[in-house]
């Protein structure tokens, strides 16, 4: 089955630095989604992609869809201690306009030091 | 607050006995997911079922498990006789009906302990 693999797996930085996090996956996505998952709560969508090449940036958020539609990286700028938390990638074969399920990425691991 | 509700949040079983995990989507949601997350691992599909529907079950163990989305109230996750490997948080998404974008909205999660 399909399957989706992030680097690194964790990550421990000091307040104030970036961070960069990618998904490879071993088949092509046609949208591609970041979350992020706070212990004892669920996921929540940060940033979508829909098309490929796509750079797409949320406040210190950018995450970039991959031209051969099968990675996607996702950037951090000036980490805060808010920041901490497991971010998942999730990829979709499906084009916007047809719901179908997301394939869920291994997760990484953020922790953020005063 | 119209989001993803689920309930129990938290949920002890002894082997043998069933659980039900009930999921309500947004209000104006008709799509429903459920995830299975094990402790330190991702999320893994389960089910996508519309109203009255399930649309895909790849991911739903071939037995003890079953879900349903009925036309009035909410979706049900239904696992008989657990086991200690059913121990997991189960998380309900749902998306939106028209105009839909790939975003899936997850709510807080069920978390099964069997003994």
């Known amino acids: 089955g399909q399957q989706l693999n992030q680097s690194p797996q964790s990550m421990f930085i000091q307040e104030g630095e970036d961070v960069s996090m990618n998904c490879t996956s071993s088949s092509i996505f046609n949208t591609w989604l970041w979350y992020k998952q706070e212990p004892g709560e669920g996921p929540v969508l940060l940033i979508a992609?829909?098309?490929?090449?796509e750079l797409t940036s949320n406040g210190r958020l950018t995450a970039q869809f991959g031209i051969t539609r099968k990675d996607s990286f996702l950037n951090i700028s000036a980490s805060i201690p808010s920041d901490v938390g497991i971010y998942f990638c999730a990829g979709q074969v499906g084009r916007a306009g047809t719901a179908s399920k997301l394939t869920f990425g291994t997760g990484t691991r953020l922790q953020v030091t005063l | 607050n119209a989001g993803v509700m689920q309930n129990p949040r938290h949920l002890v079983r002894r082997r043998g006995q069933e659980a039900r995990l009930r999921c309500s989507p947004m209000?104006?949601?008709?799509?429903v997911y459920w995830y299975r997350q094990l402790p330190e691992e991702g999320l893994k599909f389960m089910v996508y079922l519309q109203k009255e529907n399930i649309i895909d079950e790849s991911g739903m163990p071939k037995e003890r498990f079953s879900a349903e989305f009925p036309k009035e109230g909410p979706s049900i996750l239904r696992i008989q006789q657990v086991v200690r490997g059913d121990s997991a948080a189960y998380f309900c998404?749902?998306?939106?009906?028209?105009?839909?974008?790939?975003?899936?909205?997850f709510g807080e999660g069920s978390r099964l302990t069997v003994l």
């Open positions: 998404a749902s998306s939106a009906n028209r105009g839909y974008t790939g975003e899936l909205f």
């Open positions: 992609l829909y098309k490929a090449g």
């Open positions: 209000k104006g949601h008709s799509h």
